[in-house]
């Protein structure tokens, strides 16, 4: 029987997947992905100096630990054994389970990782070990020295150094103390490279130079605002998880919760079919503060039914459901950029692409999240068929698109309709909640009116297909309203009503609404 040779695992991590990966929150992101599969209500993660009186060399250095406490299984000690896959073939992908993609972006950070669950009964592989994509076959690694032991006393000892998290200071959120798992990532150093004779000086890491090695201070990306801003977005989207903390040592940096009177997203499983579920609520970091709104929904329409049932889909997506989610987020000054602004972005529960932000004359920073369960690349990186430039979904077929790719494409299509004639409705649903002020709505409609997304035609007919969103002018004052198609009458200011009285009573009517020309409308016929 051919063994595969450990080489093939690492040039299939720099060649095909770290390549995709920036170095930075992507990989927090992917990490917290893993604690919401879980389903972990708390995250902790933090940086460490290491560990001095462990016996395996990688414990002694600077490391990122991951705590959760949420469920481990034997399938998922399966999943991490078989994380890179047994094949011979460095391009073969055979992770299952939540320990894929999202795990692999960690040798981003280091070579080799260690792992530690409590014991499970009869479980056919181990709950606590090290992964080393450097070992072959027979777990054996002559790439490196003293690599290949994990032993049961520094099993004790990673223990022992979050035990602070577990039993002391935190015990409300690790009650059940069977119910934890502990990821530890030993950060790149140079002492990490290959010895001599052995593929001499061939690290894992995709680029040369300092930047692929981590000192003895904490990495930046960890713990700063940005970090901090993202995690907040994040957890509007997450069902479980709803308490992220940083630590550097035994120092608590940060720590973002969300309010326990928050509706959270449901289970798809929970979900009725085109039946809309409410997720809205408050996270809190230290003093800031950030508002969210929207909702979430399968919607089932005859174009999905049909993909699901064509051939060309592999039978491994067959359960897939077209559930999407519009949420609105606004964020207090301190976790705002220097300019305030309004943030597009796609996702996929989790943000998938680029983010796309535009000025917004407010007092706050607000983001747009548009989730869809989307077909994404290989990497987990973007949208098939996304047009950064137009922020819409293309189904048409370009070079090497296979008939699965494009049937895919196809689902991204209808389900990105589907979510853009949503907007409106969410956009006031998360107006009313908060009791946004004129001002604000103004400045949001006005970013939303000169964004990308609203320029291009074919998104803006569908989103304003039904309903349309528009500054409502009478004898009375000036209101934003969400109204269904009716007769409009732009005018170039407020006129003087005692002057045009058959003005103001059309003004008032059911039939007719009066806006001013100048007003950022949401209208399909204002372009």
């Known amino acids: 029987m051919a063994e595969h040779h450990p080489l093939g695992d690492i040039e299939y991590l720099k060649e095909n997947l770290l390549n995709s990966y920036p170095l930075g929150f992507p990989i927090l992101k992917e990490l917290i992905q893993n604690a919401e599969d879980a389903k972990a209500s708390c995250l902790d993660y933090g940086w460490i100096k290491g560990i001095s009186n462990a016996k395996h060399p990688l414990l002694k250095c600077p490391a990122l630990f991951m705590l959760d406490n949420g469920e481990f299984t034997n399938e998922n000690a399966e999943s991490i054994r078989y994380i890179l896959g047994g094949s011979s073939k460095p391009n073969q992908q055979d992770a299952i389970g939540k320990f894929g993609l999202g795990l692999k972006s960690v040798f981003h950070l280091c070579e080799a990782f260690f792992y530690i669950a409590p014991d499970i009964t009869d479980c056919e592989y181990s709950t606590w070990d090290i992964f080393n994509p450097w070992a072959g076959a027979k777990n054996k690694d002559k790439y490196h020295e003293d690599w290949d032991n994990f032993c049961e006393n520094d099993k004790e000892l990673i223990k022992k150094s979050v035990n602070f998290i577990i039993l002391e200071k935190q015990k409300e959120d690790y009650k059940e103390k069977e119910k934890w798992f502990i990821l530890w990532i030993p950060l790149r150093q140079r002492s990490h490279q290959t ?99 929207g909702s979430e929904v399968i919607t089932q329409i005859a174009e999905f039914a ?16 077209p559930h999407n989610a519009i949420v609105f987020s606004q964020l207090s000054k301190d976790l705002s950029k220097n300019q305030s602004s309004l943030t597009l972005r796609t996702a996929v529960f989790l943000p998938i692409g680029e983010d796309y932000s535009i000025k917004c004359e407010s007092k706050y920073s607000y983001y747009l999240t548009l989730h869809g369960y989307f077909f994404v690349d290989f990497a987990r990186t973007g949208v098939l068929g996304w047009d950064g430039n137009n922020l819409n979904i293309d189904k048409k077929q370009v070079a090497k698109d296979d008939d699965r790719t494009l049937l895919q494409k196809e689902w991204n299509f209808y389900l990105y309709r589907v979510i853009l004639s949503r907007i409106l409705d969410n956009f006031n649903l998360f107006i009313n909640e908060y009791k946004l002020p004129e001002t604000e709505v103004s400045a949001l409609c006005k970013a939303l009116h000169s964004s990308k997304l609203f320029k291009e035609k074919s998104n803006r007919e569908i989103i304003c297909q039904e309903k349309q969103f528009v500054l409502r002018i009478t004898s009375q004052g000036e209101e934003w309203k969400l109204l269904n198609r009716k007769r409009v009458l732009s005018l170039p200011e407020t006129p003087k009503w005692d002057l045009f009285p058959k003005l103001k009573e059309k003004g008032e009517s059911s039939e007719w609404l009066l806006t001013l020309s100048s007003a950022p409308n949401l209208r399909f016929t204002d372009f």
């Not at 692929?212 to 957890?235: S, V, W, Y």
């Not at 889909?313 to 459901?321: D, H």
């Open 306 to 321: 049909n993909i699901v049932k064509r051939p060309e889909l592999p039978e491994k997506f067959r359960r897939i459901t």
């Open 195 to 293: 010895i001599q004779g052995k593929e001499a000086g061939i690290p894992l890491h995709i680029k040369n130079g300092d930047n692929d090695f981590f000192g003895e201070i904490p990495p930046d990306f960890l713990g700063n605002n940005e970090t901090k801003r993202q995690i907040n977005i994040l957890m509007t989207l997450l069902g479980t998880v709803n308490q992220i903390r940083y630590w550097e040592g035994d120092l608590n940096k940060f720590e973002i919760k969300l309010d326990e009177n928050s509706e959270r997203r449901s289970s798809l499983s929970a979900l009725v079919h085109n039946q809309e579920h409410s997720i809205k609520g408050k996270i809190y970091d230290g003093g800031n503060a950030l508002s969210f709104a």
